[in-house]
Every structure is written in C-alpha cells, then in structure tokens.
C-alpha cells in the first residue's frame, strides 16, 4: 500500500497541476484529480487536458490511481426523473472517458440517495426504487467501463444508502461485474461500524480506498477530523486491508486548512507514515 492524496484535500482555487505538485513536495506516491461539471476535467474539456495532466504527473513520478467526482450528488443515478438520471449515467461515461485518457484504473461514483440525501433537494426517493434505479444504471455502464478498461468504483457515504457491508456486497455481487466494485471509504463508516468488518466483508470486491478520520462523540459531519484525532482504528483496517490481498493506494480525502493552503497536505503525509508504519 501506499500513500496517496485527493484533490480536495487543496484549496479549490489551486490548479490541478499545483494541486499535483504539492502533493508531491508533501511526500505522496499518488495523487486522486476530480471531475467536475466544469474546468480542465469535466464532460466539455475532452482529452487533452487529462492527457497533459497524466503526462505532468509522469514527469514529476507521481501515480495517478484514481478519478474522484462529487457530481453525482446534484444529479444522481437514483433521482425521480428519468431526464436526471439519465444525465447522471452521461456523466459517469464522461468521467470514464476522462480517466481513460488520464490511464487511471477506476473512478469514484456516488450511487444515489435515499430521501432527499445528504445534500437535500426536491426529490425524497424510496430506499427500493434508488436501489433498483442505481443496480441497473450500473449494470447498463459496466460494459462501457470494461471497454474502457477502468473500474466504477461505487463509494459508500453519507447517503442513507448501502447502510450495511452485508447490503453493499449483495448490491454489487447482483451486478455481476469486475468493472463495478467498491470504492471504500473508512471514515465514513466510523460512525455506524468499523471499518476492518466493512474491508473484511467487501474483500476482493474493493478496488479502492479512501482514509478519512471521524469522532463518534461529535456524530455530524463536524466530526471529520484530522487523521489520528478521531476514532477510526486504523490499526485494524490495515491488518483486514492486508487479509483481503488490498495493496493499492490509501487515498486521504481531507478539507484544507483556511490559512496553509499545503498545511494539510504535508500533516496528513506523517499522519500515513505512522499509520502505515504501525499498522
């Protein structure tokens, strides 16, 4: 395993390139860019923004594992109108085309909501329709990652979907596909589980990690914290990591600091050194 970092982890009025760059300078092997609905990776930039990037992070030797995306919250695979989700199925093509030309392996995708999400909106969507929406939106695309050859990576969050690693394993198992495979976060299960029973039951299914850190006595998005400041086990994460034959990135998905655009960045490097270290 190793360390490796997300874009968000930056001030989003850093580049891409910059953002890559600190990243580097702070220490990590890996670097996790973002597609948005907008800029240099989004559906309208085309590949040569992404082939640059790609071709920047092979000069500066860093890997580039993974495709990150938040614009599934605003139009989710899940929502009540067919236009919306099928505006969401477009993104995720766009997405694996952008990280097709930036020779990642896999992409993160938020599968839906259930209600109105976290985010709220106007939709308040039934547990049983987002789940048969999301299945079979990710079984029309998972011929279309394999074409690609890269991975959906579907991430459990705060989504009130996919509560259980039992219910995320049957999901993706009904699926039925090598292209459609878990994007595990750990931090977001902290508050409800642990994340070495999640890693153990998901197993081979993960193809990616993300490392957050969490206080179960906080209990609201406040309690995302430092890594080593809250109560993820990382210990026993990595030891069920290790079990289940997981050797990929361990990508930190962190919020910047307001007044050390790096200073994040550069805490979260020793926080894995030690965490990688003592595990």
């Not at 990652?145 to 999901?171: D, K, Q, T, Y």
Request: glycine share 8%; with cysteine; aromatic share 8%.
């Amino acid at each position: 395993m190793y360390k490796s970092i997300n874009q968000w982890s930056f001030p989003s009025d850093m580049t891409v390139q910059d953002c890559l760059r600190a990243a580097k300078a702070a220490g990590f092997a890996g670097f996790e860019p973002a597609f948005a609905e907008e800029g240099p990776l989004s559906p309208g930039a085309g590949a040569g923004p992404a082939r640059e990037l790609a071709a920047l992070a092979d000069s500066e030797g860093v890997t580039l594992p993974s495709l990150a995306s938040g614009v599934y919250w605003q139009h989710p695979l899940t929502a009540e109108s067919p236009a919306e989700r099928a505006r969401a199925e477009d993104l995720v093509r766009r997405q694996l085309d952008c990280a097709s030309a930036l020779g990642v392996g896999a992409i993160l995708v938020v599968p839906g909501t259930v209600g109105r999400g976290f985010w709220g909106g106007s939709d308040c969507t039934a547990y049983a329709d987002a789940y048969a929406r999301a299945k079979d939106a990710l079984v029309r695309l998972a011929p279309e990652a394999e074409a690609r050859g890269v991975v959906i990576g579907v991430e459990n969050v705060w989504n009130n979907f996919l509560l259980s690693p039992l219910e995320m394993a049957r999901f993706l198992d009904e699926i039925a596909s090598p292209f459609v495979r878990a994007y595990f976060d750990m931090g977001n299960v902290v508050r409800l589980g642990e994340p070495a029973d999640w890693i153990r039951t998901l197993n081979t299914r993960i193809v990616r990690v993300h490392v957050k850190d969490f206080k179960r006595s906080v209990d609201t998005i406040a309690g995302f914290c430092d890594l080593l400041a809250g109560d993820t086990d990382f210990p026993a994460a990595l030891r069920a990591l290790r079990e289940v034959g997981y050797d990929g990135p361990l990508t930190a998905e962190m919020t910047p600091y307001a007044l050390s655009p790096t200073g994040m960045a550069e805490q979260t490097s020793r926080a894995l050194d030690f965490i990688l270290r003592e595990a």
